[in-house]
């Protein structure tokens, strides 16, 4: 950006930060930095921002959590826009009645945190969810990679995204108009220009709490005895291929705990990339490479990243 765009972002977006370090927004904490990042809770001040970026021609992009994202080093320019969002962001349309397919609808903007939804779910004896437990990130970053586990994906509770396009124009999509492909949401061709997904509508049923706590207990007992935990990663670092799962194949490939520098393939888990402590985005993309190399002379398959690579 130039010093007179510069000047007017700043009057657009008064609380803009410029050049921010990426190692505190993901959660691999690794990364160069970023020009401009513009945090708001308030969707209504996008449209005017994502218009004037548009007239402006600069390049932006969206964070959720930073869960599943790896920033190289150096300077990524152009604005990020970060959502934030809190329970009070979070609503259910009709206590008492639930609609023609006896589901109740929640609203929810996507800032908000998943772990945040699925508590608030748990307190309104709402259940459908609970496979999603333990999934950091927000609900934004659960849409747009149609994130799941335990053979559930965020796609299978939609009911309607609210987004806005490139131009900053507001629109409501039902969830038929969208394809849930695995680890990716894919939106009529009109968004692939850019997108920002600022809401979304899910269908839950009605539970006990209880039985929500004890079925989302069940699933976190089932991650931690098979992750990783407390080393930052972002998770599953490449998509199963069809039929298979990549951490069999790195398992295979003598793969788990082989490191290179600060970056590791989890001792615990083929498929997870583990920052050991002060790794760099290189050493992790080198063992990526290393990685995908080794298994595709073994296997014949080209393991191909779910992580979101931001060179
Ligand atoms: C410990 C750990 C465990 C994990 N387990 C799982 C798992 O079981 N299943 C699974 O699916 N994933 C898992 N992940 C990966 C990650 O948590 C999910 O993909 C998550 O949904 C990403 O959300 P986020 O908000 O952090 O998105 P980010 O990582 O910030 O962004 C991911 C992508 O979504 C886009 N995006 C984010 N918000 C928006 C928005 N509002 N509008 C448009 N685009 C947006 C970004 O541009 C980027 O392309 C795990 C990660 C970690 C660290």
Redesign the pocket.
């Known amino acids: 950006m130039n010093s007179g765009q510069k000047a007017a972002l700043e009057r657009l977006c008064p609380r803009v930060q410029w050049q921010v370090s990426m190692a505190n927004l993901?959660?691999f904490r690794v990364g160069g930095q970023i020009e401009a990042l513009v945090e708001t809770e308030d969707s209504a001040e996008l449209p005017l921002l994502l218009r004037w970026l548009a007239e402006e021609k600069i390049a932006w992009?969206?964070?959720?959590?930073?869960?599943?994202?790896l920033f190289t080093s150096g300077m990524h320019e152009g604005v990020f826009l970060r959502?934030k969002g809190s329970q009070k962001n979070i609503r259910l349309r009709e206590q008492d009645s639930p609609d023609v397919d006896g589901q109740y609808l929640v609203d929810v903007q996507?800032?908000v945190k998943?772990g945040h939804l699925l508590a608030w779910c748990a307190r309104h004896n709402l259940s459908g969810l609970e496979y999603?437990a333990?999934?950091?990130?927000?609900?934004?970053?659960?849409?747009?990679?149609?994130?799941?586990?335990f053979g559930g994906?965020?796609g299978d509770r939609l009911r309607a995204v609210r987004?806005l396009n490139a131009q900053g124009e507001a629109t409501e999509l039902s969830a038929s108009s969208l394809v849930f492909e695995y680890?990716q949401s894919v939106f009529p061709p009109e968004y692939q220009s850019g997108?920002?997904?600022?809401g979304a509508t899910l269908a839950l049923q009605r539970d006990r709490e209880e039985v929500i706590r004890e079925r989302m207990r069940g699933v976190i007992a089932q991650?931690r005895a098979k992750?990783p935990m407390g080393m930052p990663?972002?998770?599953?670092f490449f998509k199963n291929p069809p039929g298979d799962y990549a951490g069999r194949l790195i398992e295979q490939a003598g793969l788990k705990g082989y490191s290179h520098g600060q970056a590791m393939v989890s001792t615990k888990h083929g498929n997870?990339i583990v920052n050991r402590g002060g790794a760099s985005p290189e050493e992790i993309l080198a063992l990526m490479h290393l990685v995908q190399e080794r298994v595709h002379q073994l296997c014949g398959v080209m393991l191909e990243p779910?992580?979101?690579l931001f060179c």
């Open positions: 993901s959660s992009w969206v964070l959720g959590g930073g869960s599943n994202i959502l996507a800032g998943l999603m333990g999934i950091p990130g927000t609900v934004g970053g659960a849409v747009a990679m149609n994130a799941g586990a994906c965020m987004c680890r997108i920002l997904i600022t991650r992750q990663s972002a998770g599953s997870i779910e992580v979101r």
